[in-house]
């Protein structure tokens, strides 16, 4: 792969992260490179940016979500009546991972729906476990991102 064509990856999976995290509703402006995700992660994503996402999702709702995204269901719905207040970085952080990697899946497994079925289904190569479940800590992201690239390339998992 050469600098440009990794440029070129970068910048389309950060600009498919923003729009599932709700584009130039949240993002102002949209990031084009991790650095600028960054900086719009520090500096705090509109509460709005959780009622979008979770907007996208299917049969992945409720209680395994917001564990993955370090709030209670209770929170969540709390931020519907103040969708401007910025989320926390950690909280941010934490959204903008899920949505990279239900990204990823997507485009390893062809469909939304298939992503969000793999992410909950446990995985041998995680022990059993569930790679939602594993998300809460920073190794546990480790562990899921290292097994998302596996599967992207088609290595047995």
Do not use: C
Not at 19 to 48: C, I, M, T, W, Y
Not at 101 to 121: H, S
């Amino acid at each position: 792969m050469t600098f440009a064509q990794k440029d070129y990856s970068e910048a389309a999976e950060i600009s498919a992260v923003a729009d599932l995290l709700g584009g130039k509703d949240v993002f102002n402006p949209l990031p084009k490179s991790e650095l600028e995700a960054h900086q719009s992660l520090n500096k705090g994503l509109p509460r709005l940016a959780v009622r979008h996402f979770l907007s996208h999702l299917g049969e992945l709702r409720g209680e395994t979500v917001t564990h993955a995204l370090g709030m209670s269901l209770r929170t969540t719905q709390r931020h519907r009546d103040t969708p401007e207040k910025p989320l926390t970085q950690d909280q941010g952080s934490r959204i903008w991972v899920l949505a990279t990697i239900l990204n990823r899946l997507r485009q390893a497994l062809g469909t939304f729906d298939e992503a969000q079925r793999w992410i909950v289904t446990p995985a041998m190569a995680l022990n059993q476990m569930r790679p939602i479940d594993l998300l809460s800590t920073a190794p546990g992201r480790k562990m899921v991102d290292d097994l998302v690239t596996r599967v992207t390339y088609g290595v047995y998992t």
